[in-house]
């Protein structure tokens, strides 16, 4: 499906009026599929629960009915998913703009197609047999069974997309407690599936998702006997929350993703690279540029390629303004740290400006500024389009500065340079999951470059990029040669 503005705008007014005229929906109508709407008749159903219990329950009896089922079966879920998570883009992303208010609708649409298109299904999972004088042994990879999920804000129906495409080509079913600031769209989503699901396959519920989530149904889910795995996808809080569980977790963690540029970069390339990946869906990628640190040698003429390149660059002073806007002091005495203000968070360029005491072209797709190391927009994942640059004596130097603004947390990391010994020394400094070199940050998950997409990246718990493998735990099975030898 080719999208354009006047798809975009004709639906976006269209569901934007279906949305407000519908007191007492959780969200938008139903796809062509069906007539009827997310309401409160239909939890229960199709995925959707008012509490833990139930939802975990539900998935359980569709987990052990997916088990009766062959592979193919799989398969034939994950297409239905696919297709209406291409299908219903344009729909299901202006749903999720108009309930979040963050980020950018075209980054919304994409973002749904793409996980439809791209994320690994059941061709992932991989049966290793060795074989020798001894028997045969048969490693196989089993589901592990109900998983929990926690969702974010910032990829609400996305995340839940992509993590169900990968859980259920492992076998497993779900039970998600989305961000409370994208459960309506989440809801909406869960629903469409399910029902198709139900209909085409006969097994309803391998989505279950608590429609009222709170912190208390969260730690429910964590603590639930019959969870039998969790997967996180959030902020340092939910991370931790999750790794206190006492479950097994696969844990997709913050990121503070650094850039550096080092004097032989390619700076023209390098700020459209900087560019497309700050600027998109308004920086609420955890893999996104976040901050960049520029050797002194070409530090100015990297802020002129950003110019021509259409970003605007804005004053100390305005950077000043800036940060007071965008940025606050939370926590009490060694837990104090600067995170960003839910008013700017995820909004367009143009705001930022005028936070910053600056009229810009509404266009604008990312500001920036000079600012020093230890500079709270250094610091923050700040998730909103401005970028810090910091001057650098060296390359040495910028790839420590790197390491200290990425905080340990082995996420994503970026550099632009023709140096194959500099890109070589970071990538082993920094030891990211994702490492982007002399592209942008969404190269690392095939958008523009090689490999598969998911936007659960294990960092804290190892897991990486996760796949169907990810939620799978081996089996092994042996025939062993003493069989042969008693019947002789």
Do not use: W
């Not at 005229?21 to 069906?34: D, E, L, M, V």
């Not at 550096?260 to 459209?272: F, H, I, P, Y």
């Not at 500001?367 to 390359?395: I, K, L, W, Y």
């Not at 632009?416 to 998950?445: E, I, Q, W, Y």
Request: proline residues 5%; glycine residues 8%.
């Amino acid at each position: 499906m080719q999208i354009n503005e006047t798809l975009i705008r004709s639906v976006v007014e269209q569901v934007i009026n279906q949305v407000r005229n519908q007191p007492g929906t959780t969200g938008a109508p139903a796809s062509s599929a069906s007539t009827s709407t997310v309401s409160n008749a239909t939890r229960g159903k199709h995925g959707l629960f008012d509490n833990v219990d139930a939802a975990v329950a539900a998935a359980r009896t569709a987990f052990e009915e997916l088990q009766k089922r062959p592979i193919d079966d799989r398969r034939k879920i994950i297409d239905i998913i696919r297709r209406i998570s291409i299908s219903q883009c344009v729909e299901l992303g202006t749903m999720e703009m108009e309930e979040t208010k963050i980020g950018r609708l075209v980054h919304k649409i994409e973002k749904l197609k793409t996980l439809g298109e791209k994320t690994p299904g059941v061709e992932f999972l991989k049966t290793e047999c060795f074989s020798g004088d001894h028997g045969l042994a048969v490693i196989e990879h089993a589901p592990f069974g109900v998983i929990g999920a926690i969702t974010p804000v910032t990829h609400s129906l996305p995340t839940i997309t992509g993590n169900a495409i990968s859980m259920i080509a492992g076998g497993n079913t779900i039970v998600v407690n989305p961000h409370p600031s994208g459960k309506k769209v989440a809801a909406v989503g869960v629903e469409r599936f399910n029902r198709a699901i139900a209909a085409e396959i006969g097994i309803d519920n391998l989505i279950c998702l608590i429609c009222e989530p709170t912190l208390e149904t969260a730690q429910q889910l964590f603590k639930h006997r019959k969870i039998a795995l969790i997967c996180v996808t959030g902020g340092p809080a939910v991370a931790r929350a999750a790794l206190n569980s006492g479950k097994r977790a696969v844990v997709a963690g913050p990121g503070n993703p650094p850039v550096v540029v080092d004097e032989t970069a390619d700076l023209d390339l390098a700020a459209r690279c900087i560019i497309q990946g700050a600027a998109y869906d308004n920086n609420l990628l955890c893999i996104a540029e976040k901050e960049v640190f520029v050797v002194n040698s070409v530090f100015d003429a990297m802020m002129a390629a950003m110019e021509r390149a259409g970003a605007v660059r804005l004053s100390g002073p305005e950077v000043d303004r800036l940060t007071s806007a965008a940025l606050q002091e939370v926590g009490e005495g060694s837990d104090k740290h600067f995170a960003a203000r839910k008013e700017l968070l995820g909004q367009d360029a143009y705001k930022l400006a005028e936070a910053a005491g600056r009229k810009v072209d509404p266009r604008t797709e990312l500001v920036f500024g000079e600012t020093t190391a230890d500079h709270p927009f250094v610091q923050t994942e700040q998730m909103m389009p401005f970028v810090p640059f910091v001057r650098c004596p060296s390359f040495e130097a910028a790839v420590e500065c790197a390491q200290q603004a990425e905080h340990g947390y082995r996420h994503t990391s970026m550099i632009h340079s023709r140096n194959v010994r500099n890109m070589t020394v970071m990538a082993r400094a920094m030891d990211t999951t994702l490492f982007v070199k002399n592209g942008p940050c969404m190269a690392s998950l095939g958008l523009g470059g090689e490999g598969y997409i998911s936007f659960s990246i294990a960092g804290p718990t190892g897991e990486g990029v996760t796949t169907p493998m990810t939620f799978t735990r081996e089996r092994r099975c042996s025939l062993i040669d003493d069989l042969f030898i008693l019947g002789r």
